[in-house]
């Protein structure tokens, strides 16, 4: 079993849709990303949380350490937000700092 | 734009060469990560370097190395290659502080992709 699970690997919506996106992780960590890749392959973080919840626009992220669970959430969806969107996870150990990643989610916004 | 410069961005070579990639980090920033993007294996963390200084190791392959220069560039070094080494290799620099552990988000350079045929 991985250490990061996202689900769903694939989602297809239409233009306007509300979308989740979550990540279930099973180890300590002192932070959580969510980055996102485009199809030319550049990432960009778009948020890095320890706890609560983040808003970026129509982007919004949220963390529940107790559940070791977090959603990215994108309301009124567009085709540009179409994109890989990857969940990963810091941990530290005696003072080495580690990121694992989850093997992304496929968005594909229909206009 | 990150901040974060890779080159070369393309990179074809072949089976049993050796080649360098290199990343010079935002202004300012200490750390410098290197991670592995392949088809099969997704993402994957390599190494990680404070301020000249290796700080983690991840599932980085001993054919590769890297090292941290005082003016705080990095280089990966890529050698006896294999077919399998074709991937994305993507370098990250933070805010990372030592007694703080990781202050700021992550910033991407834009990859270098190679190719070994």
């Known amino acids: 079993k991985n250490e990061v699970e996202q689900s769903p690997q694939n989602l297809t919506a239409q233009e306007g849709e509300f979308i989740t996106i979550n990540c279930s992780y099973s180890?300590?960590?002192?932070?959580l990303h969510w980055l996102q890749q485009h199809p030319g392959g550049g990432i960009v973080s778009l948020f890095m949380l320890s706890s609560g919840k983040k808003k970026h626009g129509r982007l919004i992220a949220t963390i529940n350490i107790q559940e070791k669970h977090s959603s990215l959430h994108i309301t009124a969806s567009h085709p540009r937000d179409s994109a890989v969107y990857i969940c990963a996870v810091r941990s530290t150990n005696f003072g080495n700092e580690k990121l694992t990643f989850g093997t992304g989610t496929r968005l594909t916004i229909i206009p | 734009d990150s901040g974060v410069t890779q080159t070369p961005k393309h990179l074809i070579t072949a089976t049993g060469q050796r080649v360098t990639l290199r990343c010079s980090p935002r202004s300012g920033d200490l750390s410098v990560y290197w991670y592995q993007q392949s088809l099969d294996q997704g993402l994957q963390f390599l190494i990680h370097y404070y301020n000249g200084e290796e700080r983690a190791k991840g599932n980085i392959l001993e054919r590769f190395s890297a090292q941290q220069f005082p003016d705080l560039h990095s280089e990966l070094n890529l050698s006896s290659l294999e077919l399998g080494d074709s991937a994305l290799y993507f370098c990250?620099?933070?805010?990372?502080?030592?007694?703080?552990?990781?202050?700021?988000?992550?910033?991407f350079g834009e990859g270098s992709r190679l190719t070994v045929l």
């Open positions: 180890v300590g960590i002192s932070a």
């Open positions: 990250a620099s933070s805010g990372y502080h030592l007694g703080q552990g990781f202050t700021g988000e992550l910033f």
